[in-house]
């Protein structure tokens, strides 16, 4: 049975920080890469951070280059990230996306067709 479960949201006032965890099963976590994506109130969801299935990341938007981290840890099954200085336009449903390819494509951040399996999300508000 396949499950992807985010957890690590919540409520976090301007320049606070959170760390989101992405929980895997029954999908072999190792060979994929993995991606976060949030959604706003009324705006198209947006792709926020690609990993590799060896390690390595593709960033989008710029807004949250320098601020946002993402990790994986294969021998847990769980994917990470880490959020400093959070601003209150970052306020958004967070999803947890498994991927279809090994690599993060040119196209991640807009691309339905390159990933597999979602999580329910969890959300993140910023205070301002």
């Known amino acids: 049975q396949v499950e992807v479960v985010e957890s690590g949201g919540g409520l976090v006032q301007t320049g606070g920080s959170l760390r989101l965890s992405c929980r895997v099963s029954g999908l072999a976590f190792d060979l994929y890469a993995l991606g976060w994506f949030r959604r706003a109130p009324g705006e198209e969801r947006e792709g926020v951070q690609c990993?590799?299935?060896?390690?390595?990341?593709?960033y989008y938007p710029d807004s949250v280059k320098g601020r946002f981290t993402i990790s994986r840890d294969n021998a847990k099954n769980t994917l990470y990230l880490q959020m400093n200085n959070l601003q209150p336009e970052d306020t958004a449903m967070y999803y947890c996306?498994?991927?279809?390819?090994?690599?993060?494509?040119?196209?991640?951040?807009?691309?339905?067709?390159?990933?597999?399996?979602w999580g329910q999300g969890t959300q993140v508000t910023v205070s301002s």
């Open positions: 990993i590799t299935r060896s390690g390595g990341s593709s």
């Open positions: 996306a498994f991927g279809r390819y090994a690599y993060c494509s040119s196209a991640w951040y807009r691309s339905a067709r390159d990933w597999t399996y």
